[in-house]
């Protein structure tokens, strides 16, 4: 599956993903750290009167030691607040196509969970797993193109995970062409 990626500009600004509506950027007290990203964006949307998603994509226009986006210093949750409870990788239908997502779990300390599911484009491809990413960045560095190296997660709280994936996956169907090729 190859979609373009036109991530020049990650400006705070409406990026409308009809039927979602755009939140307050309090109604999902999400905080992803991306070192060194040339750029970021991030929302929170709501179908209805359902759960707020969120919305992170960090680029990379160029890398180098210290600013790179697959970094053991970059973080999708406030360790402070998070605690990791379980991992795993997900297939979601994205139009006629799939997407392979990461899903992290998180438990904090009063209870609440999180699901945050994740992914990156590099070579213009959407990519779960990083080590393909960075073959994929070497291979974009080898060709002379100068690619941008995108990650994406989506992140919901909840009480019941099916629900959880129910509502991202909604949201992915629902919002997947323009992700994949737009420009928040």
């Known amino acids: 599956m190859k979609q373009t990626s036109q991530l020049s500009s990650l400006v705070e600004q409406q990026f409308s993903l009809f039927p979602w509506v755009r939140q307050p950027a309090d109604a999902l007290d999400w905080r992803p750290n991306f070192v060194g990203a040339d750029r970021t964006f991030k929302a929170s949307y709501r179908l209805d009167h359902g759960p707020a998603v969120g919305l992170y994509i960090a680029d990379y ?3 180098h030691q210290g600013k790179e986006l697959i970094n053991d210093m970059n973080r999708w949750y406030g360790a402070n607040a998070w605690t990791p409870a379980g991992r795993g990788t997900r297939t979601v239908p994205v139009g006629s196509d799939r997407l392979d997502v990461k899903v992290l779990e998180l438990r904090a300390r009063d209870g609440s969970m999180r ?3 994740y992914w990156y484009q590099a070579y213009q491809q959407p990519v779960a797993n990083p080590l393909l990413v960075k073959l994929f960045q070497a291979l974009n560095k080898l060709s002379g193109a ?3 190296a995108s990650a994406y997660a989506l992140a919901v709280d909840y009480e019941d995970s099916r629900s ?7 949201f ?3 919002n997947w062409p323009k ?5 928040p």
Do not use: F, G, Y
Not at 164 to 170: F, Q, S, Y
Not at 179 to 183: D, E, H, Y
């Open 172 to 174: 992915l169907s629902d």
């Open 61 to 63: 226009q160029s890398e």
């Open 164 to 170: 959880a994936d129910a509502v991202l996956t909604r």
């Open 146 to 148: 100068q690619d941008v």
């Open 115 to 117: 699901r945050i599911w």
């Open 179 to 183: 992700l994949a090729t737009s420009t």
